[in-house]
T-cell receptor, first 114, second 114 residues
Framework: DGGITQSPKYLFRKEGQNVTLSCEQNLNHDAMYWYRQDPGQGLRLIYYSQIVNDFQKGDIAEGYSVSREKKESFPLTVTSAQKNPTAFYLC?????????????FGDGTRLSIL | GDSVTQMEGPVTLSEEAFLTINCTYT??????LFWYVQYPGEGLQLLLKATKADDKGSNKGFEATYRKETTSFHLEKGSVQVSDSAVYFCALSDGGANAGKSTFGDGTTLTVKP
């Protein structure tokens, strides 16, 4: 079955540590996205990528970094500069640039501070 | 810029009650409109969509009609079940200027009691 796989499901970060969240898709989608979701709140866009080797900052990019070396993969690094990283992180993809198609989501990674 | 405003929650209903969750939007172009559902600890799943004015999206007993004149896309279900308890997100994607990015509402939590 085609879909988006996020790993790990749960992740713990120590002070001063960088951690990387994995996102892989086998839907052959060009566009990929990372969102942050805090309890009782909506989704906030961190970064998005329209094509391999290109990505753009979203609304809350500070303290995060991404790469898009392969079409299938869009890992997110939460750096030590992100002072409040505890949240639920969702990865999504959509079929193409300039498309009105829906996004497909993974099951998320919950990040907590030790 | 684009925006989506959802009815504030939480919403609590008894089983077999009628459900309406209001959603209005602001967009510069001619967006596609979506409703997503999120069950606890999971990512978002597309529930239904509509791509042009007067279109009705429907799925699993849920319906929503794209009303351009009132810029609305209200979600309705005639008889809710306990299994419908989840968070519901209204969203839009206007393709062109925002290149496939979606704008999400803040979500409405629905609890259905037996």
């Amino acid at each position: 079955d085609g879909g988006i796989t996020q790993s790990p499901k749960y992740l713990f970060r120590k002070e001063g540590q960088n951690v990387t969240l994995s996102c892989e898709q086998n839907l052959n989608h060009d566009a990929m996205y990372w969102y942050r979701q805090d309890p009782g709140q909506g989704l906030r866009l961190i970064y998005y990528s329209q094509i391999v080797n290109d990505f753009q900052k979203g609304d809350i990019a500070e303290g995060y970094s991404v790469s898009r070396e392969k079409k299938e993969s869009f890992p997110l690094t939460v750096t030590s500069a992100q002072k409040n990283p505890t949240a639920f992180y969702l990865c999504a993809s959509s079929i193409a640039v300039n498309s009105n198609q829906p996004q497909h989501f993974g099951d998320g990674t919950r990040l907590s501070i030790l | 810029g684009d925006s989506v405003t959802q009815m504030e929650g939480p919403v609590t209903l008894s089983e077999e009650a009628f459900l309406t969750i209001n959603c209005t939007y602001t967009a510069t172009g001619y967006p596609s409109l979506f409703w997503y559902v999120q069950y606890p600890g999971e990512g978002l799943q597309l529930l239904l969509k509509a791509t042009k004015a007067d279109d009705k999206g429907s799925n699993k007993g849920f319906e929503a009609t794209y009303r351009k004149e009132t810029t609305s896309f209200h979600l309705e279900k005639g008889s809710v079940q306990v299994s419908d308890s989840a968070v519901y997100f209204c969203a839009l994607s206007d393709g062109g200027a925002n290149a496939g990015k979606s704008t999400f509402g803040d979500g409405t939590t629905l609890t259905v009691k037996p």
